[in-house]
């Protein structure tokens, strides 16, 4: 390569900044100043009626440490994404490897589950509140003709936010199942014809083959599902208000009403920074362990 050739390889570079720039416009406008003056408002306490701002340094943190309603929203976000995550995982994992085959009824089923993920919430949680009613719903009538006594689903304190939680699977399951279905057809069928001609039992196949060819596939959806079941709040809201006593309001059901009930906008913010901080650390700790895992192996 001749040097003048070089001299102009070198004198182009700076410009390449151009090609990225507005990227890094648009990810500044949209992410870090949000972010930015996210944490700037969590410092004062803001009045949106007023629109006064009054500066109190972390005085809006030391309140939701000592706030007992915010430990009830924490610990049943947490429960929720503990319930609904592995469940979300196996289940979606389990009718990815169903429906991975050609056929029209496999066709017609994987439309069917994805199908219910694109419906909105609203139009979910009214089928699901019509169900789930006392004495004329469908599923008190399935235990009456079953002879099981009827259990108060969106009005007990230990089986309302499992319920929400299972409706919320029965509803998105579709997306995380998509995933492992693009996953599994990834996976080269020469691996399969292999073991095939081995006569390798089914259930090796799937432990030495398909499960370790689906590692990063499950690791993603375990992710997703984690930011995604952190930030639960329409189905909370439209069936149980955050009820009974306050066993299924979530994060940011709190953050809603401190922002657009109680008008106090700097505490508001400050929650929805700790539940980031959560998000975060919830992540982090799962990529940690998937790192572990495959540094040991």
């Not at 993920?117 to 979910?124: A, D, E, G």
């Not at 995380?176 to 073991?195: G, T």
Request: net charge neutral; aromatic share 10%; with cysteine.
């Amino acid at each position: 390569m001749s040097a003048a050739h070089t001299v102009g390889l070198r004198a182009s570079r700076p410009a390449h900044a151009f090609f990225v720039l507005p990227f890094v416009a648009v990810y500044a406008l949209l992410l870090l100043w949000p972010l930015v003056n996210g944490v700037w408002i969590s410092l004062h306490d803001h009045d949106l009626l007023s629109n006064d701002s009054l500066w109190v340094g972390l005085a809006n943190y030391r309140e939701l440490l000592d706030d007992e309603v915010f430990h009830q929203v924490v610990w049943n976000t947490l429960r929720f994404v503990a319930i609904s995550t592995p469940i979300f995982v196996v289940l979606s994992l389990m009718l990815a490897l169903t429906l991975n085959r050609p056929g029209r009824l496999a066709t017609l089923l994987r439309a069917t589950f994805f199908c219910a993920s694109v419906f909105s919430v609203t139009l979910i949680t009214l089928v699901w509140k019509l169900a789930l009613m006392p004495e004329r719903g469908l599923i008190a009538q399935a235990f009456a003709a079953l002879g099981i006594p009827e259990l108060p689903l969106l009005t007990s304190d230990h089986l309302a936010l499992l319920t929400i939680a299972l409706v919320t699977v029965w509803w998105i399951i579709g997306l995380p199942m998509i995933l492992f279905l693009s996953a599994l057809q990834q996976i080269p069928s020469d691996i399969y014809e292999a073991a095939a001609l081995d006569n390798t039992p089914r259930w090796r196949v799937l432990t030495h083959i398909t499960l370790p060819s689906l590692k990063r596939a499950i690791v993603l959806v375990a992710l997703i599902e984690v930011i995604r079941q952190f930030q639960v709040f329409p189905q909370i809201m439209l069936m149980t208000n955050g009820g009974p006593n306050n066993t299924t309001r979530s994060i940011v059901q709190f953050i809603y009403e401190q922002a657009f009930m109680q008008l106090s906008l700097g505490y508001a913010t400050a929650a929805s920074q700790v539940l980031l901080a959560i998000m975060l650390v919830g992540v982090s700790a799962q990529l940690w362990l998937e790192r572990d895992k495959e540094a040991k192996r």
